[in-house]
């Protein structure tokens, strides 16, 4: 076989893995890498402005396609840039490579040298070292490997003078083993069924983890005649269905809220059970928790449940279906009666603010009527999150990108960017703050436009950060550390190539929504926002 240099032979490794897209940086020691992977393999590289802002543009590409993400930067600082990002991925369970150069080993006091799997370790990512040149496409397929069994990011180290040096190449992709995980059996199984056919008011909850189980979840809700409820991250996983509660939880309707607490058994499909879910474990108490889970670490963490089954979510669904049609178990009837129309309605309250402000609440609810209806949904973190949740739907899970995965603010629009990525002629809804878009967004807007993504970032600008805000006045201090004169947001969007929309009142909100209709490219829409008469955070 011909010869070729270890960088074009890291480019083809990606591309043998079905990798098509690349984002990130390019620096001495990853430039002629990426410039393979375009060139020789014809893949895509996202170029962004900042190294953790290609991580994270990986992030929400795995999120949105559920394939691994793939970013790629130069050693020392291109590294060290990228750990709040590495971080967030971790947390998130996100399967993604970061393709890192390394300094020469045979410079010790290089400028830009650090020791990487120390920094990565930190970080909770999973370190691969690109151990010689010969073992390069191996090194790849087994970061490849790693990130998609052990849902976490895995930095795979590249040192630069390997780059330039000639191996055979040759095709190396290692089986995932992505059938079903196991079917639940035996006595704790039984033990489960009898719990759920005696409940009389059960719910069926799912996470993250039963996206893929949708059908066989409705299928076991309708034989017992139970709602069904998701958390954040399963979010619209039930969506036309009659008797979906949406989020459950914190971020529960009133009517949800109580409808949970009517209940008298709990089966929840792939979710930890955190304690925003859980509200603190107030909503779990008194009641039979069945929890089914393929991965064991992720049951027992924030309370026992009752039964657990260690297997997969629709597989468990569907024989728990089976056993109650065979036992003639009858239907709880929870679901007869309900009214269908509070269920997932959250409460408006007042829908004017001040002069020069438009009310946030009445904002989101115009927003739900009016954006695309076939969006894909990021939202940045800041107090204005937990609302955007509650009342701005997403056609199905991948279709909700949320980037709080670790409290960072700052992180939305370089989601948004990759999500944008992952699903071209599909329109990217972003809702940021306004001090995360400081921080984050302003300097990868101009990216969004470079890529003519169909983008409309939406910023609840309340001219500070509000979560500090709210505790200076529930102090009754003064609040004018958390405040903020920032530039016109509208007129920075206008200026990196994008369209700027100032909202400073209900009717100049009508008229952004009408300029939505026209839009070309990405366009920025400034909600002057009253820093008093934001909600707080449901959490």
Same mark, same amino acid.
């Not at 991925?89 to 080993?105: F, H, K, M, N, S």
């Given at each position: ?329 009858? =239907? ?147 609040? =004018? ?59």
């Amino acid at each position: 076989m011909a010869k070729t240099y270890v960088h074009q032979s890291i480019a083809r490794a990606v591309e043998d893995h079905g990798i098509d897209t690349m984002f990130g940086l390019i620096g001495d020691a990853n430039l002629f890498m990426v410039d393979s992977f375009v060139r020789d393999c014809g893949g895509q590289f996202v170029p962004a402005a900042h190294e953790g802002s290609g991580v994270l543009m990986a992030l929400a590409y795995h999120q949105v396609t559920g394939r691994v993400g793939v970013a790629t930067v130069t050693h020392g600082p291109g590294l060290t840039n990228t750990t709040t990002a590495l971080t967030e991925g971790v947390r998130g369970q996100a399967a993604i490579v970061l393709l890192a150069g390394d300094t020469p080993v045979d410079n010790p006091g290089h400028l830009q040298g650090i020791d990487q799997r120390e920094l990565v370790k930190a970080t909770g990512a999973g370190f691969e070292q690109l151990r010689t040149p010969e073992t390069a496409a191996v090194d790849v397929a087994r970061a490849v490997y790693r990130a998609q069994v052990e849902r976490r990011p895995i930095v795979l180290n590249m040192p630069v003078e390997f780059m330039w040096q000639t191996v055979t190449h040759s095709r190396n992709v290692l089986d995932v083993f992505t059938a079903p995980g196991g079917v639940a059996e035996g006595g704790i199984l039984d033990e489960a069924i009898g719990m759920i056919a005696s409940a009389r008011a059960p719910i069926i909850l799912a996470g993250g983890g039963a996206i893929g189980a949708r059908d066989s979840l409705i299928k076991l809700a309708d034989r017992l005649e139970a709602p069904l409820a998701t958390t954040l991250k399963a979010k619209g996983l039930f969506t036309g269905h009659p008797y979906d509660m949406d989020i459950f939880g914190t971020l529960s309707t009133p009517a949800a809220y109580d409808l949970i607490a009517r209940a008298d058994c709990i089966v929840a499909f792939g979710t930890g059970l955190h304690s925003f879910t859980t509200d603190r474990g107030k909503l779990l108490k008194g009641k039979r928790i069945i929890q089914v889970d393929v991965e064991p670490t992720a049951i027992g963490n924030s309370l026992h449940p009752d039964a657990a089954l260690v297997a997969d979510a629709g597989l468990t669904a569907e024989t728990i279906t089976w056993w109650l049609n065979e036992a003639e178990v009858p =239907s709880s009837g929870f679901t007869r009666d309900l009214d269908t129309e509070t269920l997932t309605a959250h409460p408006v309250g007042k829908t004017t603010s001040g002069d020069g402000f438009v009310n946030y609440v009445h904002a989101l609810e115009r927003l739900e009527e009016a954006l695309p209806k076939d969006r894909i949904l990021v939202t940045d973190g800041g107090r204005f999150m937990t609302e955007v949740w509650c009342r701005i739907s997403v056609p199905d899970p991948r279709s909700n990108v949320v980037t709080a995965n670790f409290g960072a603010i700052g992180q939305g629009l370089q989601q948004a960017i990759g999500a944008g990525a992952a699903a071209p002629g599909r329109p990217v809804v972003l809702f940021s703050g306004d001090g995360g878009f400081m921080m984050g967004g302003i300097n990868e807007f101009n990216t969004a436009v470079r890529l003519g993504l169909d983008l409309i970032v939406i910023i609840a600008n309340d001219s500070a950060y509000g979560a500090e805000h709210i505790q200076f006045r529930d102090r009754k201090m003064d609040p =004018s550390l958390s405040t903020f004169d920032w530039p016109s947001f509208a007129a920075v969007a206008t200026a990196l190539g994008g369209t700027g929309i100032a909202v400073a009142s209900a009717e100049e909100l009508e008229t952004a929504i009408t300029a939505l209709e026209a839009r070309t490219g990405p366009v920025l829409i400034d909600l002057k926002l009253d820093p008093n008469d934001v909600p707080r955070m449901r959490l």
